[in-house]
């Protein structure tokens, strides 16, 4: 199983790649972070952070995408950023019929370094531990998408949101992938109708 997992953030988005292996161990595939210009509009911010999270689903077809699941915060700001960007990690991924899963950032924290009130320097470390990595992943929403990823791979159920693709070869995937892309090349193209 590949799991694209994602931290939610307006300006920094986290996306971490794993790959199942047997004996529940996890193989690193890709790790970085989708941004958005904070002194952009909402709305081109979120189509920025829409049109990275297509690439890297393009790039990697996964079979399951994992997301952090969002908590009211004290920065009403932030959490409703972090809310939207979740959202628009699902629709990237249904438009796919790619499922979804959803875990807290507790069970996270459990998953990944066995208390769900770990810090994040911590949960670093063991991601970088579980995942042979050399050095830890920076910045820290990179690591919290890798270790969501994990985490998905060790408990699958999750909330899974759905998702009505079939069980894939990794072939078919890829070729699905194509044609998406293909089809939305296509639409990027096509002449808008003038408004009058």
Known sequence: MRVLG?????????VGVVDSRPGRRAAFVDVGVVGSDPGASI???LLAVADGLETW???HVPDVVAVERVFAQH???TVMGTAQVAGIAMLVA??????VAMHTPSEVKAAVTGSGRA???QVQHM??????LDELPRPADAADALALAVTHLWRPAGALQGGDRHELTPAQRA????????RRGSHRGAPTRARG
């Open 57 to 59: 689903m393009d790039r």
């Open 6 to 14: 994602v931290d939610p953030g307006l300006t920094r988005c986290g």
């Open 75 to 77: 920065n009403r700001g």
């Open 43 to 45: 709305d081109l911010r």
């Open 94 to 99: 249904a438009r796919r019929g790619v499922p």
């Open 119 to 121: 810090g994040k320097e």
């Open 175 to 182: 070729w699905a992938a194509a044609e998406q892309s293909a």
């Open 127 to 132: 991601v970088a531990r579980i995942l042979g």
